[in-house]
């Protein structure tokens, strides 16, 4: 029959709850990791509402709740996105959270994101999904001072020890043939002027001389 949730409903991990007839929550509705919540009609989350999805690492492999509903989904209250401490995104992705097969009405509040370096969380809305995008920031080759370009700050960074592997002939390297290159596009408007072109030429002269002087030694 007809559920309405008033209290708290928890979808655990490793598992499927089938609803077979339509679901209203007035409570809380929790779906755990690698859990799945079937809804064969429509579902209705009120104003006063609050779902908890959660999103995790198993086995080096990111898993993330879903959600299916072959009616309508009527969404609303309040959403939370939990980020277990063992995620860890590599590379920008998107994860299913909901889908209904009838349509998506409404948007729940959005959620509160945790503040990670290097990364950022979003909720993208279709006529039939929710979707929780992760963007990744992918550092840019060259960039030791992480400011989006490679310039003169870098090999300063370099002499001073400050770039990945420390005084080595390829991280100089790498600077030399990336020089100029912003996060975007390789910047032909940031090209510097000729004298700090000939002063970075000696920078490069003098850290290839104390590589090969280091080296000698």
């Known amino acids: 029959g007809a559920v309405t949730n008033n ?7 490793e598992s499927v709850a089938i609803f077979n007839d ?9 779906v755990l990791a690698r859990g799945n ?7 209705t989350f009120t104003s006063n509402s609050f779902l908890s999805l959660e999103l995790s690492s198993d086995k080096g492999e990111n898993s993330s ?10 969404l609303a209250g309040q959403l939370a996105v939990v980020i277990d401490p063992d995620f860890v995104p590599v590379a920008s992705e998107s994860y299913q959270l909901l889908y209904a097969d009838g349509g998506i009405t409404g948007e729940f509040i959005p959620p509160a994101f945790p503040n990670t370096e290097g990364v950022r969380y ?38 001073r020890g400050q770039s990945p592997d420390p005084f080595s002939a390829e ?7 990336q020089f ?18 000939v002063l970075l030429l000696g920078v490069v002269a003098g850290c290839a001389t104390r590589l090969r002087r280091n080296t000698q030694l």
């Open 7 to 13: 209290g708290t409903v928890v979808v655990a991990s």
């Open 171 to 177: 991280d100089l390297a790498l600077w030399q043939s």
């Open 122 to 159: 979003g909720l993208s809305y279709s006529p039939n999904g929710l979707v929780l995008d992760v963007e990744v920031d992918v550092p840019l080759p060259g960039d030791f001072n992480n400011d989006g370009v490679v310039d003169g700050d870098d090999a300063l960074h370099w002499q």
């Open 65 to 74: 709740s879903q959600i299916e509903v072959a009616g309508t989904a009527h």
């Open 37 to 43: 919540a079937l809804f064969l009609a429509d579902m």
């Open 180 to 197: 100029g290159v912003t996060d975007a596009f390789p910047s032909s408007a940031s090209i510097p002027e000729p004298s700090s072109i």
């Open 22 to 30: 339509s679901y209203t929550d007035n409570g809380t509705t929790t």
